[in-house]
């Protein structure tokens, strides 16, 4: 369990932090640039909870935890001889495929672009969505340097689309989807 009884410890005061390993590296290190941003994409998760409730705000809560799961994941470079690390697993990405499928069941097909928009819920889900897409790309750039569970890279894929499905539900289940018109402003 994690007991923090300090909240500041200066010994990032020179632009360095610890990995999971405590190894000590840059703070804009490729690896904490990755978490800081699943970290983010967190925080933007919270705000959207603000705008919902019942059976997305529960989706959204556990959501969150496995983004501590995943910054576990990502701040621990390899298995530590002592105990296991925590990675994110194949059923937490499979859990999100399923709550994609069964809210999609629910949308009309789309024949535009969503635009971010429509009611402040939806609104915030695609500003998470977006930096949850920042945090892959961030993820895949540290994967041309160092081995990645491939697990991680696959849940926060599958975040964004489901975000993005959460938008569209909680814009009244696409009724209020704000749609792309090509060129309308020429």
Request: aromatic letters at 4%.
């Amino acid at each position: 369990m994690v007991q923090l009884t300090r909240i500041y410890t200066k010994s990032g005061d020179k632009g360095s932090t610890s990995l999971g390993s405590g190894k000590r590296v840059k703070k804009h290190d490729l690896r904490v640039a990755a978490y800081g941003t699943v970290d983010e994409a967190n925080a933007a998760i919270g705000v959207a909870r603000l705008h919902v409730s019942g059976d997305l705000d529960a989706m959204l809560n556990r959501i969150q935890n496995d983004l501590f799961d995943l910054g576990a994941d990502l701040c621990q470079p390899e298995d530590p001889k002592d105990y296991p690390a925590l990675r994110v697993i194949e059923a937490q990405v499979e859990r999100l495929e399923q709550e994609i499928d069964r809210l999609n069941a629910e949308l009309q097909p789309l024949k535009s672009f969503v635009l971010s928009g429509g009611t402040p819920a939806a609104a915030h889900l695609h500003l998470a969505r977006t930096i949850a897409r920042r945090a892959e790309r961030d993820i895949t750039a540290l994967m041309e340097h160092e081995e990645i569970n491939p697990a991680a890279l696959r849940y926060i894929n599958r975040l964004s689309d489901l975000l993005f499905v959460m938008a569209r539900y909680a814009n009244d289940k696409g009724q209020a989807d704000v749609l792309w018109v090509p060129g309308k402003n020429r």
